[in-house]
């Protein structure tokens, strides 16, 4: 049975292959980062579990892969599994997000139509400008209402897809903060 050093070990290889890397290119870019004595040799005998890693050298080489740790000492089925399950919510949510859009467009057709029927209405019946007015402003007030519906829904699931690391999470709720945070947003754009 595989420790985690013989996953670290494997998990490095895959992702310096991953990236396009040579172990030159690792070893350089671990060097960046302040391990100086990180050669190619020293990445071909890391790879092959004939070198121990440390903790600290451990954390380095996350930096440099721009994960974590854990996830390199992880199976990599496990992690494949994990990536797989976030592939398929971001899907689901790029289908709602398609939806709400869908949806949207509908709405301001709808009122597009309206405010074309309101100008018949203008020269058919002879409204008052006050009379007008009013009605524009229904009309105004709605197409802004779903404007800024569909702005808090874009944010809201930008934000809530975010975690406070900035890392992509589907399942996360929608909390009070981020309707805040997506209100001002909002006010920002406007």
Known sequence: M??????FAENVAAERKRLGWTQ???AERLRSVGMENFHPNTI?????????????EAAKFALVFET????????????????????ADFDFAIVELVKANREAALVKR??????SAIHRWRVDAKLTEEEIHHVQSLADGALSRVNTQWRRTLAEASL?????????????????????EADQ?????E
């Open 2 to 7: 595989k420790t985690e050093d013989d996953w």
């Open 68 to 87: 974590t740790v854990g996830t390199l000492v992880r199976p990599r089925i496990e992690r494949l599994q994990e990536l797989s399950k976030l592939v």
């Open 185 to 189: 947003m909002i006010a920002d754009d």
């Open 24 to 26: 030159a290119e690792l």
């Open 110 to 115: 709808d009122l597009i139509k309206s405010l």
């Open 160 to 180: 809530s897809e975010l975690g406070s690391d900035g890392i992509y999470r589907p399942s996360k709720e929608v909390t009070e903060e981020d309707r805040k």
């Open 44 to 56: 071909s005998r890391v790879e092959k579990g004939e070198r121990p890693v440390k903790l600290s």
